[in-house]
Nanobody, 115 residues
Framework: QAQLVESGGGLAQPGASLRLSCAASENVFRDNIMGWYRQVPGKQRELVAYITSGGRTNYADSVKGRFTISRDNAEKTVHLQMNSLKFEDTAIYYC?????????WGRGTQVTVSS
């Protein structure tokens, strides 16, 4: 399984922006999906957004219009641009890579939205 390393989390004020990145440790040549989930303590992990190797995207309703997912296949990275952050975006964000039935996860990066 590929190793995934997230970066870019941190503390932001409401209305501000953060950009998360996730780098895969190896080349991914097959059809795949890369994306982000997030989790708040005591709640289930929820899908935030994903992007296929062909560029098709999907977003949770709660982030549509505010978050943008993109990928650089040459650099084996996926990015999540988060704009207009809200208090409820506070969570640990996990990157994932899905190839067929196999799914790899990053260790997570904390995003905290606070005034």
């Amino acid at each position: 399984q590929a190793q995934l390393v997230e970066s870019g989390g941190g503390l932001a004020q409401p209305g501000a922006s953060l950009r998360l990145s996730c780098a895969a440790s190896e080349n991914v040549f097959r059809d795949n999906i890369m994306g982000w989930y997030r989790q708040v303590p005591g709640k289930q992990r929820e899908l935030v957004a994903y992007i296929t190797s062909g560029g098709r995207t999907n977003y949770a309703d709660s982030v549509k219009g505010r978050f943008t997912i993109s990928r650089d296949n040459a650099e084996k990275t996926v990015h999540l641009q988060m704009n207009s952050l809200k208090f409820e975006d506070t969570a640990i964000y996990y990157c994932y890579l899905e190839i067929g039935p196999m799914r790899s996860w990053g260790r997570g990066t904390q995003v905290t939205v606070s005034s």
